[in-house]
């Protein structure tokens, strides 16, 4: 069964100081895929970035972007020039056969100002 | 586009009462999934439905429950109420397959507190 690891329960930044966020996953499948979700108080999860596993190029989203090691099965998420805004709760997710999510149990990150 | 919504925003239950929630998925997606959110499990996946039949469910007895109609608005429905089921149940609504062409689009969730 796939499962996916998110190591770090808590994680804390200065404004404008880049962090990074870790993901590692289980799968079997060949084929699939990654995503990283935000929820933030408001708790609506919003999706931050996307990553298709047979891509080898790491995914970038302004000032959001991935390393992704497909071999170590590991997704991590930086987050440069963090912003107050960017403070919330971050899942980490893979797919699973072609219907289903898996979502880590998440990050908790707070921006310092 | 409008997206996701979810109603109520909050309900408040006694045990053994039942509840039905709501999810309009955004226009033209046909799948929805729902995800029950608590601190001590994290997110974890109820059921997903496509074209009015449901594709995959996860671990929860049945009470839990739920259907797709054919404009893939979906209801989910727990029976019996019991304490635990306190939670938030997310919605989520997606085109088709799972890929990144079509990520989960997520509501704002439904609050549910079993008194």
């Known amino acids: 069964a796939q499962t996916v690891t998110q190591s770090q329960p808590e994680m804390s930044v200065q404004e404008a100081e880049t962090v990074t966020l870790s993901c590692t996953y289980d799968?079997?499948?060949?084929?699939?895929?990654l995503f990283w979700y935000k929820q933030p108080p408001s708790r609506q999860m919003i999706l931050v970035i996307r990553?298709?596993?047979?891509?080898?190029q790491n995914a970038t989203e302004n000032r959001f972007s991935v390393n992704f090691q497909k071999a170590a099965k590991s997704f991590s998420l930086k987050i440069s020039d963090s912003q107050l805004g960017d403070a919330a709760m971050y899942f980490c997710?893979?797919?699973?056969?072609?219907?289903?999510?898996?979502f880590g149990t998440g990050t908790r990150l707070k921006v310092l100002a | 586009k409008a997206g996701v919504t979810q109603t109520p925003r909050y309900l408040i239950k006694t045990r053994g009462q039942q509840v039905t929630l709501s999810c309009s998925p955004i226009?033209?997606?046909?799948?929805v999934s729902w995800y029950q959110q608590t601190p001590g499990q994290g997110l974890q996946f109820l059921f997903e439905?496509?074209?009015?039949?449901?594709?995959n469910k996860g671990n929860f007895p049945g009470r839990f429950s739920g259907r797709q109609f054919s404009n893939s608005r979906s209801e989910m429905n727990v029976s019996t109420l019991e304490l635990g089921d306190s939670a938030l149940y997310l919605c989520?609504?997606?085109?088709?397959?799972?890929?990144?062409?079509?990520?989960?689009?997520f509501g704002n969730g439904t609050r549910l507190t079993v008194t």
């Open positions: 989520a609504s997606s085109l088709e397959r799972a890929s990144t062409d079509s990520p989960l689009h």
């Open positions: 997710v893979t797919t699973s056969g072609t219907y289903k999510y898996i």
């Open positions: 226009s033209g997606h046909r799948s």
């Open positions: 990553q298709e596993a047979y891509k080898q």
């Open positions: 439905y496509f074209s009015e039949t449901q594709r």
């Open positions: 799968t079997s499948e060949s084929d699939y895929y």
